[in-house]
């Protein structure tokens, strides 16, 4: 679905300025893969997103989106950025529109579809996110909560039905239950619409959680690609680079150092600690 | 593609000229101007053009930089020039059709281009070897005395400070905005005049609501620390005038000094 070969990005070659963000990146995301893609602040994970939808251009090597190389001078034309959502951090920064309803309607009016067409859509996207069309589609989006302006800000994304959906932070600077809230979501839009998805974000536990496959990004490179088992396996060569596993986990790791009980050094989630837990309790009592 | 826009055209150094409080950079460039408008012989501007060409010397800031200032006013110099040469009434040197090229027209437009040219590489220094911040101390520092008369020198400073200190923040943030409209198929870069500023909403909506948010988080942290005002406040680095200040100031003044009186002694 998208090929990635040997990409390179460089911020201002040639000037004393020059600052290598991405480097030698080589890799395959696969239709229906729910991609986390986790780094150290300045990493290179937004320089490398916004290489999906050819926002930006690599200074060496191709990215390819089914068939459609991002260099392409009609990448763009050919409906790469339908093809490929790209949500923002911050997301209601960029809302502008007298209501939400038209908000949403931007992309795919962009698109170029039908009156008719697009309100379906902007229903759709707004059921997706959580959002009652009924009672919000007429109401300015800037008086909404911040958690709402961010369920607007992505369904204006998801109204354009991208195939990929690539989502930077989307959870940052909400509360707990926000936060809870928006992931849940992005979890069922996984589940029922088949969309491949690449989650940006710092939270070791969200993306334990979500993602089948972890890619970790140090200095612009890809140390690390696996499943979260195999990733969080590896604790010292992620703090190593500025990460850590999810508490739980490491909450576990210790627990088997104090009782030597056979506990797995990657659980993942409370849920399956607490049925190791309760397992070994039982073989040793 | 915002990139390529600089404002605040300081060039870093650590030359003399650098170094120089800023309240003299501001009264030597004040003398240096009030001298173009006196000096009326094309003779007379020669010590202006040495005293410019050292400055850059002793700056150490490429010419090229400098000429660089000229390039957003070729078109206005070139329009100046073209009027006083027909638009001067005297001694008929070239006719072209109902245009009359004069004597005095020609002499006139030497000195404005001049004129025009010394002005912008003169103020052009100015801000290329100050940074913004000294400057707008300097600034108040001048205005200070017309408090009296109700010149608000500190409020003015402190609004040119803050407005620097945002350029770059909104630079990053319409670049942003622009990505994530664009992500969304929004097209910024074909269409005639008219569909591209229709485009541009969805960018400065953003950034107006955006700048707005900011100035009203900026006011809060600001008060949160008490700020009120330039009553009684003192500075981290105040400005303090050094030997090397007293002698370039001393200099410059009998400098130009000379150069305007010029004008009254060889007339």
């Known amino acids: 679905m998208i090929e990635i070969k040997n990409l390179n990005y460089i911020y201002h070659p040639g000037s004393p300025y020059e600052k290598y963000a991405l480097r030698d990146i080589n890799l395959q995301i696969r239709k229906g893969e729910f991609i986390g893609l986790i780094g150290h602040t300045g990493s290179g994970k937004s320089t490398f997103v916004q290489?999906?939808?050819?926002?930006?251009?690599?200074?060496?090597?191709?990215?390819?989106?089914?068939?459609?190389?991002?260099t392409d001078a009609d990448a763009a034309k050919r409906g790469l950025r339908q093809k490929v959502g790209l949500v923002f951090q911050y997301p209601e920064h960029q809302l502008f529109e007298e209501t939400v309803a038209k908000d949403i309607a931007f992309g795919p009016q962009n698109l170029g579809l039908s009156e008719e067409e697009t309100e379906v859509r902007v229903r759709e996207a707004m059921d997706m996110v959580g959002l009652s069309f009924e009672k919000l589609h007429d109401r300015s989006p800037f008086e909404l909560s911040g958690g709402q302006k961010r369920r607007v800000a992505i369904a204006g994304v998801l109204a354009m039905k991208p195939e990929v959906l690539i989502l930077d932070e989307p959870t940052a600077g909400l509360d707990p239950r926000g936060r809870d809230e928006i992931l849940d979501e992005i979890s069922a839009l996984y589940e029922s619409q088949g969309i491949t998805i690449i989650l940006v974000s710092h939270s070791m536990e969200d993306i334990a959680r979500l993602a089948t496959r972890i890619l970790v990004l140090d200095k612009g490179q890809v140390v690390m690609d696996g499943d979260a088992r195999e990733i969080y396996r590896e604790e010292e060569a992620l703090n190593a680079i500025g990460l850590d596993i999810p508490d739980i986990?490491?909450?576990?790791?210790?627990?088997?150092?104090?009782?030597?009980?056979?506990?797995?050094?990657?659980?993942?989630?409370?849920?399956?600690?607490?049925?190791?837990?309760?397992?070994?309790?039982k073989n040793h009592a | 593609m915002l990139k390529n826009i600089t404002i605040g055209q300081y060039y870093p150094g650590d030359s003399i000229v650098h170094e120089l409080d800023p309240r003299i950079k501001i009264l030597v460039v004040t003398l240096f101007i009030v001298s173009i408008f006196f000096v009326n012989t094309f003779i007379g501007y020669l010590p202006l053009l040495v005293f410019i060409l050292t400055v850059i010397a002793v700056s150490g800031i490429p010419a090229l930089a400098v000429l660089r200032g000229l390039k957003p006013l070729l078109f206005i110099i070139a329009i100046t020039v073209f009027f006083n040469m027909i638009m001067t009434p005297g001694e008929v040197v070239y006719r072209l059709g109902f245009i009359n090229i004069t004597k005095e027209g020609l002499r006139q437009a030497g000195f404005m281009a001049l004129r025009l040219i010394f002005l912008v590489t003169g103020t052009s220094l100015l801000t290329l070897t100050t940074s913004p911040i000294a400057l707008t101390d300097g600034i108040e520092s001048v205005l200070n005395p017309f408090r009296r008369i109700g010149v608000p020198a500190h409020e003015l400073a402190m609004m040119m400070t803050i407005a620097l200190r945002f350029i770059p923040t909104l630079m990053e943030e319409t670049e942003k905005i622009m990505k994530a409209q664009m992500a969304r198929g929004a097209d910024f870069e074909s269409g005639n005049i008219l569909r591209r500023a229709k485009n541009l909403v969805p960018l400065l909506v953003p950034l107006f609501v955006n700048a707005f948010r900011r100035a009203d988080e900026l006011a809060t942290a600001m008060e949160a620390r008490c700020y009120r005002g330039g009553e009684g406040r003192t500075r981290l680095k105040p400005l303090i005038y050094r030997r090397t200040d007293y002698i370039v100031a001393g200099l410059c003044v009998v400098f130009f000094g000379f150069v305007i009186a010029q004008r009254f002694l060889f007339a």
């Open chain 1, 51 to 70: 290489h999906l939808n050819g926002l930006m251009k690599p200074t060496l090597g191709t990215v390819n989106v089914s068939g459609i190389s991002t």
């Open chain 1, 249 to 281: 986990t490491k909450a576990m790791k210790q627990v088997a150092e104090k009782t030597g009980w056979d506990i797995p050094p990657n659980v993942l989630t409370v849920q399956e600690a607490v049925d190791v837990y309760l397992r070994e309790r």
